[in-house]
């Protein structure tokens, strides 16, 4: 079933209903409204599948493996899933996975997600978060923030508000020995050492640390969001950045 749990050991975050992959934030809190204006809902046509961040006024960046659950629109411009209306939702023009991209025990997963219109940028509701223009200095413990809808306890229950909560930054060597097997270019942030990460529903959001979006919530252990676990993982965005830049140069892919 779609890339659940890869020999056994972690599964990806993506959404919901048959105990699904994706995720929320544990012991997060509601979003401001003001904040985070660039989350996005990836959906199918049934229900949120995944988060998202909108980057340009025509692509969002999410998780490659969020590409199973056929995600056939983005939602942007509202906190609150039950509060949305036809302006606020934009088609899935078209699927930029990256092209090396396997499964998420192979790493590289992260995928543009190119809309039908553009994205209204610069109202009060929609903004763009910015990317690292270089490599940043992600020391151990540093805080940073994750937000997105979904689970907030393992098997627990969805929400429709926006949640965010502050997770730290895990040192890569420490993490590479509790997971004992990572994919290369990843960044490790919250479930270990804390009661705080991501869950069912978070799949594709961002890892924001200095207002910049640096990774892409890619999985977690299993279904379990009852921390202190293990390290999160997410995909380290400044590596795949001349992928991106290319993109949006192109406007296609």
Not at 90 to 98: D, L, N, Q
Not at 217 to 239: L, Q, V
Request: glycine content about 8%.
């Amino acid at each position: 079933m779609h890339a659940l749990c890869t020999l056994f050991v972690f599964c990806v975050l993506t959404s919901l209903g048959q105990k699904a992959l994706g995720s929320e934030i544990i012991n997060g809190k509601k979003t401001q409204k003001r904040s985070m204006k660039y989350m996005a809902s990836v959906q199918n046509n049934l229900q949120h599948i995944c988060g998202g961040f909108l980057i340009s006024e025509e692509f969002v960046l999410t998780a490659a493996h969020c590409a199973e659950r056929n995600p056939s629109r983005v939602v942007l411009g509202t906190h609150n899933l039950k509060k949305m209306n036809d302006t606020m939702k934009y088609e899935v023009k078209k699927m930029c996975k990256h092209p090396s991209y396997v499964n998420v025990s192979s790493g590289k997963d992260i995928m543009l997600l190119k809309l039908s219109k553009k994205a209204r940028v610069g109202k009060r509701k929609i903004s763009l978060i910015k990317l690292p223009n270089k490599k940043m200095n992600l020391k151990d413990n540093k805080k940073c923030l994750v937000a997105g809808w979904g689970l907030t306890e393992t098997n627990g229950q969805m929400v429709d508000d926006l949640r965010v909560v502050e997770v730290p930054i895990i040192n890569l060597e420490k993490c590479q020995k509790l997971w004992r097997k990572l994919p290369g270019h990843v960044i490790c942030a919250g479930g270990y050492g804390t009661k705080n990460g991501i869950c069912q529903g978070d799949s594709g959001g961002p890892l924001v640390c200095d207002k910049k979006a640096v990774g892409v919530a890619s999985y977690n252990r299993g279904y379990h969001c009852d921390y202190p676990d293990i390290p999160n993982i997410y995909t380290d965005i400044f590596t795949y950045l001349p992928w991106v830049k290319k993109i949006l140069k192109e406007n296609d892919c």
